[in-house]
């Protein structure tokens, strides 16, 4: 069974910053690729960053150049730091984590997303 647990969102002024975490528990094999995605009051939900097996990252236009994705393979842990924040960022923040895991010799798929992180940028 796995695990996938957000962290690090909170209340902040335009222009601050945040650190997001999204770390997986459980009987992981690998943790494969990873996207985040976030939702503002009334919208529909929107992927927003990932990153690759191999470290390969992609950006949504909307935060590319503010937003930086990162991932510690030996902790099963993405990042998301986010840099010069505006109150157009505030939403709720999710991870979507896909890989394998093991038990015994048996090996299985997982497709996860986390709990949500909320996000405030006041102006």
């Known amino acids: 069974q796995v695990q996938l647990v957000e962290s690090g969102g909170g209340l902040v002024r335009t222009g601050g910053s945040l650190s997001l975490s999204c770390a997986a528990s459980g009987s992981i094999f690998s943790v494969n690729g990873v996207d985040w995605y976030r939702q503002a009051p009334g919208k529909q939900r929107e992927m927003i960053a990932g990153?690759?097996?191999?470290?390969?990252?992609n950006y949504a236009d909307s935060i590319k150049g503010r937003f930086a994705v990162s991932r510690d393979n030996g902790k099963n842990t993405v990042y998301l730091q986010m840099n010069n924040l505006r109150p157009e960022d505030t939403a709720v923040y999710y991870c979507?984590?896909?890989?394998?895991?093991?038990?015994?010799?048996?090996?299985?798929?997982?497709?996860?997303w986390g709990q949500g992180t909320q996000v405030t940028v006041s102006s």
């Open positions: 979507n984590a896909r890989g394998i895991t093991v038990e015994g010799t048996r090996y299985s798929n997982f497709d996860m």
């Open positions: 990153i690759t097996t191999g470290g390969r990252t």
